[in-house]
C-alpha cells in the first residue's frame, strides 16, 4: 500500500484518469475531492460496511481513541500570521544586534518549531 504525506490543495493521480484532490485539513477531518468517471464506483468505507462489505484487509486498524480535536487541527496560514512572524523576526534581528544572541537564537528555535519549514518554502514561492 502506497502512504502519502498531502497538504491541502495538492492533489494524485490514479491511472491517468482519477484525480483525487486534498481540499481542507481541519479538526481531525480531512476534506477530499474526486474526480473520476461515472463507470468508476466510489462508496465510502462506512456505507460499504454497513451494507455488509468488509473492511479491505490492506488497511490499518481504525485508532482505539479519537484524535484530540484542539490539538490536531491544522490552521491555515493567512496575512495576519505572517505579519506576526515577519515582526517577531525583526524583535529577534534587534536581539542580535544589541548582544542578545542566545536569546534570539532560542527564539529563533522555538519559531521554527510553531512554523514549519514547508510552510516558509511556500510563502516564499507566492512572493
Known amino acids: 500500500m502506497l502512504k502519502l504525506t498531502m497538504l491541502p490543495d495538492d492533489y494524485l493521480t490514479i491511472n491517468g484518469n482519477i484525480v483525487v484532490q486534498?481540499?481542507?485539513?481541519?479538526?481531525?477531518?480531512?476534506?477530499?475531492?474526486?474526480?473520476?468517471?461515472?463507470?468508476?464506483?466510489?462508496?465510502?468505507?462506512?456505507?460499504?460496511?454497513?451494507?455488509?462489505?468488509?473492511?479491505?484487509?490492506?488497511?490499518?486498524?481504525?485508532?482505539?481513541?479519537?484524535?484530540?480535536?484542539?490539538?490536531?487541527?491544522?490552521?491555515?496560514?493567512?496575512?495576519?500570521?505572517?505579519?506576526?512572524?515577519k515582526a517577531m523576526r525583526q524583535v529577534?534581528?534587534?536581539?542580535e544586534q544589541s548582544g542578545s544572541a542566545d536569546e534570539a537564537k532560542l527564539l529563533r528555535l522555538q519559531l521554527d518549531r510553531i512554523v514549519p519549514a514547508v510552510w516558509e518554502d511556500d510563502l516564499a514561492e507566492g512572493q
Open 92 to 95: 529577534m534581528d534587534r536581539l
Open 22 to 85: 486534498l481540499s481542507r485539513v481541519a479538526g481531525g477531518r480531512a476534506d477530499v475531492a474526486i474526480h473520476a468517471g461515472r463507470e468508476v464506483p466510489i462508496v465510502r468505507g462506512e456505507v460499504l460496511e454497513r451494507q455488509g462489505g468488509k473492511r479491505p484487509e490492506c488497511l490499518a486498524a481504525p485508532a482505539k481513541k479519537k484524535a484530540r480535536y484542539r490539538r490536531d487541527q491544522v490552521f491555515r496560514w493567512n496575512d495576519d500570521r505572517e505579519r506576526a512572524v
